[in-house]
């Protein structure tokens, strides 16, 4: 599968939570960490997803958040990866950095203002957000 997506991660569907309009999708991934993904309940039959079977989420990196002071906070994005920043690529205006959290690595895209302000350098600890809407599931054909 080709895509534009920087973040693909294969696993295997743990936990389906239907609902009237959208299911609650949790996917385990062969490292042990857990994506949570909200799709409408016709992805879920369309992609013919079931408990134990196999889809690669994937999530653009402008849509994960970037926080390196997390300390006492609580978010209500579902998807938590914390991790340090081990290489950063900056341009015009954006600056890409790649986040490993554990055996992960996330790409994730901030405006370089941002990433000033974070003060991001390789070696600063930080934690990637993102919300389970903004994961798109896929499935083999």
């Given at each position: 599968m080709n895509t534009s997506a920087r973040n693909r991660f294969d696993g295997t569907v743990t936990e389906i939570r239907s609902g009237a309009v959208n299911d609650e999708i949790d996917l385990t991934l062969?490292?042990?960490?857990?994506?949570?993904?909200?799709?409408?309940r016709a992805s879920t039959e369309e992609l013919?997803?079931?408990?134990?079977?196999?889809?690669?989420?994937?999530?653009k990196a402008p849509w994960i958040v970037l926080v390196t002071d997390s300390e006492g906070m609580r978010f209500s994005a579902r998807n938590q990866f914390a991790g340090t920043v081990s290489g950063l690529t900056r341009g015009a205006v954006n600056t890409a950095v790649e986040l490993r959290s554990g055996k992960l690595v996330l790409s994730v895209v901030v405006t370089n203002e941002s990433a000033d302000e974070l003060a991001l350098v390789p070696g600063v600890a930080a934690t990637a957000l993102f919300k389970a809407s903004?994961?798109?599931?896929?499935?083999?054909?």
């Open positions: 062969p490292t042990g960490e857990r994506i949570a993904a909200v799709i409408t013919g997803l079931r408990v134990g079977g196999p889809a690669t989420a994937l999530v903004h994961v798109i599931l896929a499935t083999p054909a």
